[in-house]
């Protein structure tokens, strides 16, 4: 039996000070909100991990303000104004809460740290009235022995999550911030990126990338897949889960083969299936990019993520073929992905009420591969399919398609609208997925080891 300790955690001397929202917090935020209540946990940002042989409590209690004192975005709130406007204060001191379950009796740490880490991520944040980080840990004898740390989506993304991740490791092990910010490029705080982001510089780029993006929704297919015929809206959208121990070493290999990234195989092979399933030769993608790319943004702890949006005119002929293309589109789609998100939401709005057809943006893919691991699995060698969750129906979406690895596989989660794509349908999709990079890595593996 074990009685949860709530401690308060004390931190002092921060950066402080207020401006508008980023992009990135203000497109998160606004998604949240109309959200309904029990969908809200989808877009918090989580991982929770074992520790063998076990860390002393103290020093997990003594990394966490350094933390906070490395990365304004954990003691940020976001605060609505009466003009409709997001605006982000950093405070400069407060208190957070780690909750901590004591295990005595030789309870099992991992089983009592899922219990805690499941609770802790269900819960809502209120962004307006607390900082966005939960931290929670399993002791015994004094040594943690799980550690759950669950933020809100508004304060990071997947990249800056395993940035998070690496440096509380590295404090807990008695390095100092100072270490730490010597050992890299110094990374934009938040009101820093809103402040690029305001500048003429970042209206400019702004104003291009939603431009690109506008050319391409005028010309891409106002519908994919054919349109509903059930009389009724689903209550609930399925998630299936293929997992595959073969996947990571084939796409490695078809990667290599043709010189691309192995995020442009997985799209490839992706818009390969959207198209076969909603029986028409052209797919268009909305991708989820980490917008790494700018300076002072690779390691910055915030969220930077936008929609990249992915056109494939032609998706028949030869796999290998496709493969190219799709990394010269993507990388063309990653260019283009920073921006004002609820300013192209207005414009589309706008052509949509002026009766211009727009290319239809439902179908959602996102590599999280190395950001946010799926949990690991038995250690087979095979494929299995599962249906673990359902989600509630997210309006405006046929599928969206996340991949996730973990170290003996690749996992592709799908959630879907079932009235467009059926069970049988997601399973379809997912096994041809892996059946297409499987084939073409078993063709490529010869040329690609003798080059090797």
């Not at 799980?146 to 404090?171: N, P, Q």
Request: proline residues 8%; aromatic residues 4%.
């Amino acid at each position: 039996m074990t009685t949860r300790q709530l401690l308060e955690i004390a931190f002092s001397s921060g950066r402080s000070g207020s401006g508008p929202a980023t992009w990135g917090q203000r497109a998160i935020w606004d998604a949240v909100r109309r959200l309904p209540p029990a969908d809200v946990p989808r877009y918090t940002i989580a991982t929770a991990t074992p520790l063998d042989p076990g860390l002393p409590l103290p020093d997990l209690l003594h990394a966490l303000p350094q933390l906070l004192h490395l990365h304004d975005s954990l003691h940020t709130r976001l605060l609505p104004e009466k003009d409709g406007r997001l605006r982000q204060v950093v405070d400069p001191e407060g208190t957070f809460t780690v909750e901590v379950d004591p295990l005595t009796d030789g309870a099992d740490p991992a089983e009592a740290g899922a219990r805690l880490h499941r609770e802790l991520t269900e819960r809502p944040f209120d962004t307006a009235a607390e900082w966005p980080i939960r931290v929670g840990a399993v002791t015994t004898d004094g040594l943690v022995r799980y550690v759950s740390l669950v933020l809100s989506h508004t304060a990071v993304d997947g990249a800056g999550m395993s940035r998070l991740i690496a440096d509380l490791t590295a404090l807990s092990l008695g390095h100092s911030p100072a270490e730490l910010t010597a050992l890299r490029e110094p990374a934009q705080q938040p009101l820093e990126e809103a402040e690029f982001q305001t500048s003429e510089r970042g209206r400019r780029r702004d104003a291009a990338a939603r431009k690109q993006i506008l050319r391409k929704l005028r010309v891409g297919p106002p519908r994919l897949f054919p349109p509903s015929t059930a009389t009724e809206r689903p209550t609930r959208f399925p998630n299936a889960v293929l997992r595959s121990a073969a996947l990571p070493r084939a796409v490695e290999l078809v990667a290599a083969t043709h010189r691309v990234s192995t995020s442009s195989v997985l799209l490839a092979a992706t818009a390969t299936m959207t198209a076969r399933l909603a029986d028409t030769t052209e797919a268009v993608l909305d991708v989820v990019v980490n917008n790494r790319f700018r300076s002072g943004l690779a390691d910055a702890v915030s969220v930077v993520a936008g929609d990249g949006l992915l056109h494939l005119p032609d998706t028949t002929g030869e796999f290998g073929e496709l493969v190219r293309r799709t990394h010269a589109a993507a990388m063309g789609a990653y260019r283009h992905a920073y921006f004002d998100k609820l300013a192209l939401d207005a414009e589309i709005e706008q052509l949509t009420a002026e009766g211009v057809p727009l290319a239809d943006r439902s179908c959602v893919f996102n590599d999280t591969r190395e950001l946010l691991p799926a949990a690991a699995g038995p250690g087979d060698e095979g494929t299995t399919l599962s249906w673990p969750v359902d989600f509630e129906p997210r309006p405006g979406l046929t599928y969206a398609l996340d991949a996730l690895q973990s170290p003996e596989a690749l996992s592709l989660a799908m959630t879907a609208d079932p009235t467009v794509l059926p069970r049988p349908a997601m399973a379809e999709f997912l096994y041809g997925i892996e059946e297409l990079i499987l084939t073409e890595a078993a063709t490529a593996a010869p040329s690609a080891e003798s080059d090797g």
